[in-house]
């Protein structure tokens, strides 16, 4: 583990690692509760999307980074907020979930989760349009055998990508807490999470691991992927999809703390710009009893195999 992670996190609640002063390969404890570890490679370059974003309920937010921003296509589409994040800014929170289920509701999220299935087709005949376009700039024939059902299949697998948009956390959590009177950590580690990158729209993939001290409301374990899937299906960055799943779960449940840590691997940095392929960026976010107790935090990190 880059110290400097846990040395973020001693002095608050979120950080992001991106190291590139290291390639070593680590070994994981395994897992009861998931499909165990593996080892894993720990450095990153720099790139706009490993570099952190500056996000509006981020007074718990630290970052750490060795990146400078490149000057790039993506930069326009940035937040502008962006712009500001040299300058530490402290802001109240504003609501985390809203329960709706629309969390950071775009214009045109409540019209998609509420459209009529003639609104849906139409949605589908406007994608289809919009792909066989990119067909043709890119110097393509989009009649050609091999694709002509590609706008048909891009449009759908998009929409699969995005499903996170028409996910209600109520509905999701479904009644599914339990007072048990538990007051120990749980941990589930090794989330499969798939997730697109919002400024190349391009998939980032990697593993969250989140833990929590309840204060005796318990969840249904199965339900901490569903949260982070839920988030995952909606273009991210992998800071603030870190920081919704901590938040979501603190909202839900009123632990006394919550630890999300995540490791993944973008394709933006892959396969274009810096073209690393072996990065692997880390983001955590801790919050209550994490973020105030280093013995707390430190435990949670040791258990998930980040910590040594
Ligand atoms: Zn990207």
């Given at each position: 583990m880059p110290k400097h992670l846990n040395d973020a996190a001693s002095v608050s609640g979120s950080s992001t690692s991106t190291d590139n002063s290291s390639s070593r390969k680590r070994k994981r404890p395994s897992s009861?509760?998931?499909?165990?570890?593996?080892?894993?490679?720990?450095?990153?370059?720099?790139?706009?999307?490993?570099?952190?974003?500056?996000?509006?309920?981020?007074?718990?937010?630290?970052?750490?980074?060795?990146?400078?921003?490149?000057?790039?296509?993506?930069?326009?589409?940035?937040?502008?907020?962006?712009?500001?994040?040299?300058v530490a800014v402290r802001q109240p929170a504003p609501p985390v979930v809203d329960h709706d289920g629309l969390s950071r509701a775009a214009k045109g999220t409540r019209t998609r989760l509420q459209e009529t299935p003639e609104q849906a087709a139409a949605r589908m005949e406007k994608m289809r349009g919009a792909v066989r376009t990119l067909l043709e700039c890119v110097g393509e024939d989009p009649d050609r055998e091999g694709l002509l059902d590609t706008p048909s299949r891009y449009a759908k697998a998009m929409l699969f990508f995005t499903k996170g948009y028409q996910v209600n956390v109520d509905d999701l959590v479904n009644n599914a807490l339990f007072n048990e009177g538990h007051n120990e950590m749980i941990v589930v580690?090794?989330?499969?999470?798939?997730?697109?990158?919002?400024?190349?729209?391009?998939?980032?993939?990697?593993?969250?691991?989140?833990?929590?001290?309840?204060?005796?409301?318990?969840?249904?374990?199965?339900?901490?992927?569903?949260?982070?899937?839920?988030?995952?299906?909606?273009?991210?960055?992998?800071?603030?999809?870190?920081?919704?799943?901590?938040?979501?779960?603190?909202?839900?449940?009123?632990?006394?703390?919550?630890?999300?840590?995540?490791?993944?691997?973008?394709?933006?940095?892959?396969?274009?710009?810096?073209?690393?392929?072996?990065?692997?960026?880390?983001?955590?976010?801790?919050?209550?009893?994490?973020?105030?107790?280093?013995?707390?935090?430190?435990?949670?990190?040791?258990?998930?195999?980040?910590?040594?």
């Open positions: 009861k509760k998931t499909n165990g570890g593996g080892s894993k490679r720990l450095d990153a370059a720099d790139d706009d999307d490993a570099t952190p974003a500056k996000k509006p309920f981020s007074d718990k937010h630290h970052l750490v980074a060795n990146g400078h921003r490149r000057n790039s296509t993506s930069k326009a589409a940035r937040d502008p907020l962006d712009e500001a994040r040299a580690k090794d989330i499969e999470v798939h997730s697109l990158c919002e400024h190349h729209l391009v998939p980032f993939n990697g593993k969250m691991h989140i833990g929590y001290i309840p204060r005796n409301t318990v969840i249904g374990l199965s339900k901490l992927p569903r949260i982070a899937e839920m988030y995952a299906r909606r273009l991210q960055v992998q800071e603030r999809l870190t920081k919704e799943v901590a938040n979501a779960v603190m909202d839900i449940l009123k632990p006394q703390g919550v630890a999300v840590v995540m490791e993944s691997s973008h394709l933006c940095m892959v396969m274009r710009g810096v073209e690393q392929t072996s990065t692997s960026t880390i983001t955590s976010c801790v919050l209550g009893c994490f973020e105030r107790k280093s013995k707390t935090r430190n435990e949670f990190l040791s258990l998930v195999g980040i910590n040594r």
